[in-house]
């Protein structure tokens, strides 16, 4: 969906190097969504913004995550230090504020590698 | 604790076929939604359908209806007259209303044949 634009869309890097990942919200949003996608686990939700402010980031998988949204359009995810375990699809999502039903728009992904 | 679960790995249905795709879920929330995402080869999710758990009726858009059996606690995609562009990974997903979190099942990967 335009509405929401992710940046790399692919990312090959080596074990030890940061990693930042972009998403950039078009309006109307109220909220952003950090997921994961491996063969192994599906999709897993990372963390959870509602107005900028970070409610739940307990599915961040340990400190070298982080994430900030700076403002209401725009979002990063950081790997730091990253690791070949952390290779996977990541992708943003928010929800419309005149959706009735609550669903998720989600980018188009980033593919990460990490060898 | 919600949860979803998908029993299908993997289907095939001929071309202009309908199939049906398997979701049962749990939850002890008495108000909750229902969602059905595709993900193409090419990657992105796309959003298919949604039903309310106090909906009356099934929810149907386009050739996709879902079959909502609450007691049972299924929301099955049935996905009519099949085309070639109808095959991806389909994702059923689950949301309390008390709770902003979508949780998805494993996945059907959804194969027509020509």
């Known amino acids: 969906d335009a509405g929401v634009i992710q940046s790399p869309r692919h990312e090959v890097t080596e074990m030890g190097q940061e990693v930042t990942l972009r998403c950039k919200l078009i309006s109307g949003h109220n909220s952003l969504f950090w997921y994961r996608q491996t063969m192994m686990r599906g999709l897993e939700l990372l963390i959870y913004?509602?107005?900028?402010?970070?409610?739940?980031d307990s599915g961040m998988p340990e400190d070298r995550f982080s994430a900030k949204m700076p403002n209401a359009s725009f979002s990063t995810l950081k790997i730091q230090p990253s690791e070949p375990r952390d290779s996977a699809v990541y992708f943003c999502a928010t929800q419309f504020r005149d959706t009735n039903t609550g669903e998720l728009f989600f980018g188009e992904g980033s593919r990460l590698t990490v060898l | 604790a919600q949860k979803i679960t998908q029993t299908q790995p993997g289907m095939f249905v001929q071309e202009k076929e309908a199939v049906t795709l398997d979701c049962t879920y749990d939850t002890s929330d008495p108000s909750y939604g229902l969602f059905w995402y595709k993900q193409p080869s090419s990657g992105e999710m796309i959003f298919l359908i949604y039903q309310g758990s106090y909906d009356q009726q099934n929810a149907t858009e386009g050739r996709y209806s879902l079959n909502f059996q609450k007691a049972r606690k299924s929301a099955n995609l049935v996905i009519s007259a099949s085309q070639l562009g109808d095959s991806a990974m389909y994702f059923c997903a689950m949301r309390e209303d008390s709770s902003y979190k979508l949780i998805f099942g494993s996945g059907t990967r959804l194969l027509v044949r020509p």
């Open positions: 913004f509602n107005n900028n402010v970070p409610i739940d």
